[in-house]
Nanobody, 120 residues
Framework: QVQLVESGGGLVQAGGSLRLSCAAS????????MGWYRQAPGKQRELVAA???????NYADSVKGRFTISRDNAKNTVYLQMNSLKPEDTAVYYC??????????????WGQGTQVTVSS
């Protein structure tokens, strides 16, 4: 059993910053890619940022230069530093992790989501 626990969401004014954290725990051998997605009301879930176990990162064009993804492999934790937030960043943010379980098989896991609201 693997759990992803997210924290760090909240309400912030435009131009402000937030830092999201997501920690994976349970029957984990290792983690491959970890990333963040978001879903705004009435819209499809979209990739915000992702980080492979080798350190390769990719970002949605809308957040490049403002958001930074990082991870601590020893803690199976991924972070998303969000700066210069805009009202259009308002969404529920979900953590995703490709986890190698102790049976050496990869499974796709999602966090419960954390609300980020940016006021204008």
């Amino acid at each position: 059993q693997v759990q992803l626990v997210e924290s760090g969401g909240g309400l912030v004014q435009a131009g402000g910053s937030l830092r999201l954290s997501c920690a994976a725990s349970g029957s984990i051998f290792s983690t491959n890619a970890m990333g963040w997605y978001r879903q705004a009301p009435g819209k499809q879930r979209e990739l915000v940022a992702a980080n492979t176990s080798g350190g390769t990162t990719n970002y949605a064009d809308s957040v490049k230069g403002r958001f930074t993804i990082s991870r601590d492999n020893a803690k199976n934790t991924v972070y998303l530093q969000m700066n210069s937030l805009k009202p259009e960043d308002t969404a529920v943010y979900y953590c995703n992790a490709k986890v190698i379980s102790i049976n050496r098989r990869e499974y796709d896991h999602w966090g419960q989501g954390t609300q980020v609201t940016v006021s204008s």
